[in-house]
C-alpha cells in the first residue's frame, strides 16, 4: 500500500525559529511536492523534487527552503518562521499523473 | 499559467440523494488531466477520479462521475446516492501533461460538501 508520512501532525513554533516539516515516501517516487493550504486559498505549491538533490520553486516559494538528499525524504524548510507562515502543510509524491499526499501537518507560529 | 475555479464554498446534500459540484479551469494547453480529489475531517487528500483531456467519455467511478466539457472549460463532479461518509471538502486539480520533469497540480479553492440524515 502507497505509504507518505509526514513527521508531526501539529507544530507550534514560535516568530523566528527554523522550521523543518519532514516527508517521507516508500514508493520509490522520482517526484516530491510541498503544498500549503488556506482556508479559501485552495492548495498552493511551494517546492517540487524531481530527483535527489534537485528541486524547483512553485508558486509561493518565498520564505521556504527545500531539501532532498535522499530519494525517499523531502525537507520542507522554514529559516526563520513568521505568523504568516500558520498554516497546513501537506507533503506529496508521485509518479506520472498520480500524486500520493501524506496526512498534512498544521503549522502554528505564535 | 492554469487556473481553476470553484464557485461553490460550501453545499449541503440529503443522505441518498444526488449532488453536483463545479469547477471550470483555464488553460492554453491541449493535453492534461483534471482531477476531483476529497479531503475528509482526518485531513488525508484522496483521489475521487481523473479525466484525461483527450478522452471523450466522461470518467466514473461507482457513484462518482464527472461531465467534463472540453471546449467550456468545465469538469463538475456528480456524486450519487450520498453518503454520511462523503462528507469532505472537495478539490478539483488541473494538471499539465508533461514529459521530463515532474506534473504539477494547480488546485481550485474547494468545495465543502455535507451530507446530512
Known amino acids: 500500500d502507497v505509504k507518505v508520512t509526514q513527521s508531526s501532525r501539529y507544530l507550534v513554533k514560535r516568530t523566528g525559529e527554523k522550521v523543518f516539516l519532514e516527508c517521507v515516501q516508500d514508493?520509490?517516487?522520482?517526484?516530491m511536492f510541498w503544498y500549503r493550504q488556506d482556508p479559501g486559498l485552495g492548495l498552493r505549491l511551494i517546492y517540487f523534487?524531481?530527483?535527489?538533490?534537485?528541486?524547483e520553486k512553485g508558486d509561493i516559494p518565498e520564505g521556504y527552503s527545500v531539501s532532498r538528499e535522499k530519494k525517499e525524504r523531502f525537507s520542507l524548510i522554514l529559516e526563520s518562521a513568521s505568523t504568516n507562515q500558520t498554516s497546513m502543510y501537506l507533503c506529496?509524491?508521485?509518479?506520472?499523473?498520480?500524486?500520493?499526499f501524506g496526512p498534512g501537518t498544521r503549522l502554528t507560529v505564535l | 499559467a492554469q487556473t481553476v475555479t470553484q464557485s461553490q464554498p460550501e453545499m449541503s446534500v440529503q443522505e441518498a440523494e444526488t449532488v453536483t459540484l463545479s469547477c471550470t479551469y483555464d488553460?492554453?494547453?491541449?493535453?492534461?488531466?483534471l482531477f476531483w480529489y476529497k479531503q475528509p475531517p482526518s485531513r488525508q487528500m484522496i483521489l475521487v477520479i481523473r479525466?484525461?483531456?483527450?478522452?471523450?467519455q466522461n470518467a466514473t467511478e461507482n457513484r462518482f462521475s464527472v461531465n467534463f466539457q472540453k471546449a467550456a472549460k468545465s469538469f463538475s463532479l456528480k456524486i450519487s446516492d450520498s453518503q454520511l461518509g462523503d462528507t469532505a471538502m472537495y478539490f478539483c486539480?488541473?494538471?499539465?501533461?508533461?514529459?521530463?520533469?515532474?506534473?504539477?497540480?494547480?488546485f481550485g479553492t474547494g468545495t465543502r460538501l455535507q451530507v446530512t440524515l
Open positions: 514508493m520509490d517516487h522520482e517526484n
Open positions: 479525466q484525461e483531456a483527450y478522452k471523450q
Open positions: 523534487s524531481y530527483d535527489v538533490k534537485m528541486k
Open positions: 488553460t492554453s494547453e491541449n493535453n492534461y488531466y
Open positions: 506529496a509524491s508521485g509518479e506520472s499523473y498520480e500524486q500520493f
Open positions: 486539480a488541473f494538471m499539465k501533461r508533461n514529459t521530463g520533469t515532474a506534473s504539477k497540480l494547480t
